[in-house]
């Protein structure tokens, strides 16, 4: 081989990773051997299709307990919860300002200009 070149002429000199890792800690290696114990999974209970659709309606209604903010509030507070909560409206007008109404339209506009050309006559 002539100058400085990179080119491996002999392989037998280049290390061949086996797999082993070294850690700074020890840490335990799962066993190699593939297991022959298909993975057991068991199925879910069967249910009736109401029992299905209530499941359903409640989890596209009412997802994780919406109901925990009302615990311990007297009923009219409970009253403009439920209200905020169908209607979030109510939540969020009392602090629009003007500002975010010019930032609303400049946004509706953009989106109307990406819009209108797609409108197929």
Known sequence: MVGNSNRVEDFTSIPVFDGAVTAAFPVPMPDSSPSTDPHKVCLPLSQTAFQRLRHGF??????????????????????????????????????????????DIVSGLTIASLAIPQVKY
């Open 58 to 103: 409640s989890e596209t209604f009412f997802p994780d307990d919406p109901f925990h903010q009302f615990k311990n509030q007297s009923r009219l507070r409970k009253a403009v919860l439920a209200l905020q909560y169908f209607f979030p409206i109510l939540q969020w007008a009392p602090t629009y300002s003007l500002s975010l109404f010019k930032s």
